[in-house]
T-cell receptor
């Protein structure tokens, strides 16, 4: 079956620094990738949608300059949290979709900003 | 904006009891998916329903898609502690998934 690998699984960074999270589709080409944010015991909130080779489409209220998304190839998308602050601490999850492949989720990244 | 209302938000039951989780929307979805998520992990797909009135069974779990494809339910028979987790419904369109708020289920031994 389709597999999506997300790294790192956990990261702790200092306030003001940037953090990059990678999402890779291992056995299929992901034409579209999605990035979600999840707070404890709550549902997933879609942050942005990215299609390979084009700019990401951000949901209302999500800061484009803070959450940089790159989808340079059909198997890799990255989310960079720039100038991270404690309120950015959260669980970030990616999902990938390809031709004949439905939504497949990564295992998530726990970001803690101290 | 398509919204999915999921209820109940929290549910704590004893082992052996039955339960039903509901997912409702005013919008029509091309498909509806149910996921289960454990803490610190990504959601895992349980089932996808696409046809109005469709019923799917997965062991002790029964999933139903409403005739109008606006609502769905998940029924668990004889719940076990291993069923504990966050259950999420998600409606599919041509370009993205819309998630409900989730139901946090705790099954006590």
């Amino acid at each position: 079956g389709a597999v999506v690998s997300q790294h790192p699984s956990r990261v702790i960074c200092k306030s003001g620094t940037s953090v990059k999270i990678e999402c890779r589709s291992l056995d299929f080409q992901a034409t579209t990738m999605f990035w979600y944010r999840q707070f404890p015991k709550q549902s997933l909130m879609l942050m942005a949608t990215s299609n390979e080779g084009s700019k990401a489409t951000y949901e209302q209220g999500v800061e484009k300059d803070k959450f940089l998304i790159n989808h340079a190839s059909l198997t890799l998308s990255t989310l960079t949290v720039t100038s991270a602050h404690p309120e950015d601490s959260s669980f970030y999850i990616c999902s990938a979709r390809g031709l004949n492949y439905g939504y497949t989720f990564g295992s998530g990244t726990r970001l803690t900003v101290v | 904006t398509q919204l999915l209302e999921q209820s109940p938000q929290f549910l704590s039951i004893q082992e052996g009891e039955n339960l039903t989780v509901y997912c409702n929307s005013s919008s029509v979805f091309s498909s509806l998916q149910w996921y289960r998520q454990e803490p610190g992990e990504g959601p895992v797909l349980l089932v996808t329903v696409v046809t109005g009135g469709e019923v799917k069974k997965l062991k002790r779990l029964t999933f139903q898609f409403g005739d109008a494809r606006k609502d769905s339910s998940l029924h668990i028979t004889a719940a076990q502690p291993g069923d504990t987790g966050l259950y999420l419904c998600a409606g599919g369109s041509n370009y993205k998934l819309t998630f409900g708020k989730g139901t946090l289920l705790t099954v006590n031994p």
